[in-house]
C-alpha cells in the first residue's frame, strides 16, 4: 500500500474542489484527490454535448468564497463553469494534490487500524483516516433497457458521458428522452443535423429561460465593487428560495406555475395537435422544471419530428415503436439521465465495519444522516449524498453547507485526537424518519416518477426545506450524534463536543435538528 493520508477526496468536481479549498484554508495538506478522469470538473467536464449550461443563475452556482464578476451570461455554458472550477483549482494551489487517472474502485473499512484501505482501478492502493466522496448524485449515466440497444450499428453517445469527437452534421439522428439535457442538446443539434427523431416518454414542463448576456458595465460594476455582486447573489438566492413555498409549502400554488407554462406552449406551438403531445399531465416541479426559450421552436423545425410511441427495440439502423414503425438512424443520442438511487449509484464498491456492503444497505433506497454520514461507515462522508439535492435553488450552497460540516468533524477530530466518528443508527433513523414525513406531503410526492426516486418510489433526492434550514443543522457537528473512538482500539462514546466557529461547546445540534425538520409537521 502506498501510504494512509489524512484524507482521501473522491472527485474533482464543485464538490471535490470546494472540500479540498477548504482543507487548505485548515492548513491541511496530507490529502489527495482521487480523479478517476486525466481531467477534473466532473459533471462539467463529461456533460459537454452541444448546449450543454446551466439551468441556475451564474452569480448563485459558484462558490461564495470565490465570485466571478466576470461571467458573461447570467446562466453560464458548460465550458465556462469548467474554466471557473480550473482557476479556482489553480488559484488555490489545489492542482498538486490532485491524482489524475485514478479511479478508486473499492474502499474498506479497516476497525482495527481506523482507517480506510483504498483500491484503485490500476491495482494500486492507498489508505485514508478519513474518506470523502465527491462524486455527486450525478455521475453515472443510465441507459434504457430497451431490446436490441447493444445491436446498434452507429455511433451511439450518453449525454452525460458525452464523446467530443461524435459528429452528427448530416446525419439522422434519434435523441432518447425530454428531461433537462435532452432540451439543450436538441435546439443545438437541430441546426446541424439531416433529420432529428426526438423520443419522448413523458413531456416535461418548460418556462422560458430568462438568459441574457452580461453587459460590460455590469462586469466593470462588479469588479470594482464586490458588494454589488454580493448582494445579487444574495437576491438570486432569496428569490429562489421563495419558490420552495411552491413545491414544500403549498404544493396547490403549483396550479400559477402550471398557467404560466401552459400560456407559454400555446404562445409558442400553434399546432393544437403537437401541443396536446408537450402538454405534460403532472403537476409541474414534480419532475425538475425545466428552462428553455428554444425547446418547443426547435421542436416545430421541418427536421424535426417528435415521436410519442413508446420504444419496442433498437434494431442496428433503426427504432421501432410500438406502434410497427420503424425509424431510420444514424446514430443515437440517449439522454436518459443518471444512475441516481440505489446500489447502482454508489461510484465505487465501499465496505463499511464489519465488512458491511452500502450497495445492500441502499439496496431500497440511499440514506444517510444530513445527508453526509452513514451508520456502520466510520470516517466516511459523501458531499451531495442522499437527500441533499435541490429542486428549486443552487446546489453549491448544499455542498458548501456539507464541505462546513465535514471540515467542522475533521477539526473536532484532530482537537480531541478521535480515531473514528460513525453517526449512530438510531440518529440516522430518526434524521429519514421527520424527512420523508415532510416529503409525503410536497409536490415531488404528487403522483410523477422522477429521478428524484428510488424504485419503490422513496425520494432519495432531494431535500426538502429551506436551504438556510439546512445550513443551520450543519452548522455544528455534535458527536452526540455520533459513536466515538479516541484510539483505534478504544470505543468512548461518551467524547462529547460539538464544533462551531470556535471553541467547543455542549451539543444542542440533535435537538435543533429534529425540531427544525419537526416543525414542516405542522
Ligand atoms: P432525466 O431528467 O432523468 O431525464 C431522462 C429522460 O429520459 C426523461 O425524459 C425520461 O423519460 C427519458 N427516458 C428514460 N428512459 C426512456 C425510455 N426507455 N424511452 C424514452 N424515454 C426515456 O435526465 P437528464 O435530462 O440528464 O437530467 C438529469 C438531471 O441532471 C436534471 O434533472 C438536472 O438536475 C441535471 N441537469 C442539470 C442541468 C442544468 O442546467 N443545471 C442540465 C442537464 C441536467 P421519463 O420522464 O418518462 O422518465
Known amino acids: 500500500m ?66 466571478r464578476p466576470t461571467w458573461s451570461r447570467a446562466f453560464a455554458e458548460q465550458q465556462e463553469i469548467l474554466s471557473y472550477l480550473n482557476d479556482v483549482t489553480d488559484k488555490y494551489g489545489i492542482r498538486p494534490h490532485i491524482s489524475f487517472s485514478s479511479k478508486l474502485q473499492s474502499a474498506s473499512w479497516n476497525e482495527a487500524q481506523a482507517f480506510w484501505k483504498l483500491r484503485l482501478e490500476d491495482g494500486r492502493s492507498l489508505g ?11 455521475s453515472r449515466p443510465t441507459f434504457p433497457a430497451i431490446p436490441g440497444r447493444e445491436t446498434f450499428e452507429g455511433p451511439a453517445v450518453h449525454t452525460g458521458a458525452w464523446d467530443p469527437a461524435f459528429d452528427c452534421r448530416d446525419k439522422s439522428v434519434a435523441v432518447i428522452g425530454t428531461g433537462a439535457s435532452a432540451i439543450q442538446v436538441v435546439p443545438s443539434i437541430a441546426l446541424q443535423v439531416r433529420a432529428l427523431k426526438l423520443f419522448q416518454r413523458t413531456p416535461p414542463w418548460i418556462l422560458r429561460k430568462p438568459d441574457r448576456r452580461i453587459s460590460p458595465l455590469e462586469k466593470n460594476l462588479f469588479a470594482s465593487l464586490p458588494f454589488s455582486q454580493r448582494l445579487v447573489r444574495w437576491l ?83 427504432i421501432v415503436t410500438r406502434d410497427g414503425r420503424e425509424h431510420a438512424v444514424d446514430a443515437i443520442i440517449f439522454a436518459t439521465g443518471f444512475e441516481t438511487a440505489g446500489a447502482k449509484a454508489i461510484a465505487f464498491e465501499t465496505r463499511g465495519r464489519g465488512g458491511v456492503d452500502l450497495a445492500d444497505r441502499w439496496k431500497d433506497g440511499a440514506e444517510a444522516y444530513l445527508g453526509t454520514s452513514v451508520a456502520g461507515f466510520p470516517n466516511l462522508f459523501f458531499v451531495l449524498g442522499p437527500n441533499t439535492a435541490l429542486g428549486h435553488n443552487s446546489v453549491i450552497y448544499m455542498i458548501e453547507c456539507q464541505i462546513e460540516y465535514i471540515a467542522r468533524c475533521i477539526e473536532l477530530m484532530r482537537l480531541r485526537r478521535l480515531a473514528s466518528v460513525e453517526v449512530k443508527q438510531s440518529v440516522q433513523d430518526e434524521y429519514n424518519r421527520l424527512l420523508q414525513e415532510r416529503i409525503s406531503r410536497t409536490v415531488w410526492a404528487s403522483g410523477c416518477r422522477s429521478w428524484y426516486q428510488s424504485e419503490s418510489g422513496k425520494n432519495v433526492a432531494l431535500w426538502p426545506g429551506f436551504t438556510a434550514e439546512y445550513r443551520k443543522l450543519t452548522a455544528r457537528f455534535d458527536t452526540e450524534d455520533y459513536r466515538t473512538r479516541t484510539s483505534p482500539s478504544v470505543c468512548t462514546a461518551d467524547v462529547a463536543g460539538s464544533v462551531r466557529d470556535g471553541p467547543i461547546e455542549m451539543p444542542m445540534f440533535r435537538q435543533v435538528a429534529y425540531e427544525a425538520i419537526g416543525s414542516a409537521k405542522s
Not at 253 to 280: F, I, N
Not at 291 to 299: G, K, M, P, R, W
Open 236 to 318: 438570486t438566492h432569496w428569490r429562489r428560495e421563495f419558490l420552495l413555498l411552491f413545491f414544500v409549502v403549498k404544493p396547490e400554488w403549483m396550479k400559477l406555475v402550471q398557467h404560466s407554462g401552459t400560456r407559454y406552449l400555446e404562445e409558442v406551438v400553434k399546432d393544437p395537435v403537437l401541443r396536446a403531445k408537450l402538454t405534460p399531465d403532472y403537476t409541474p416541479g414534480c419532475k425538475r422544471l425545466l428552462l428553455s426559450s428554444e425547446y418547443y421552436q426547435a421542436v416545430q423545425r421541418d427536421n424535426v419530428e417528435l415521436v410519442t410511441d413508446s420504444i419496442a427495440e433498437i434494431r442496428p439502423r433503426s
Open 2 to 67: 502506498e501510504r494512509i493520508h489524512e484524507i482521501v477526496i473522491v472527485g474533482s468536481g464543485f464538490a471535490g474542489i470546494g472540500m479540498a479549498a477548504r482543507l487548505l484554508s485548515m492548513g491541511i495538506r496530507d490529502f489527495v484527490v482521487l480523479e478517476q478522469s486525466a481531467a477534473l470538473g466532473g459533471t462539467w467536464r463529461d456533460n459537454c454535448y452541444p448546449g450543454a449550461a446551466c439551468d441556475v443563475e451564474s452569480h448563485v452556482y459558484s462558490y461564495s468564497f470565490e465570485p
Open 128 to 138: 485514508a483516516k478519513i474518506l470523502v466522496s465527491g462524486t455527486g448524485c450525478l
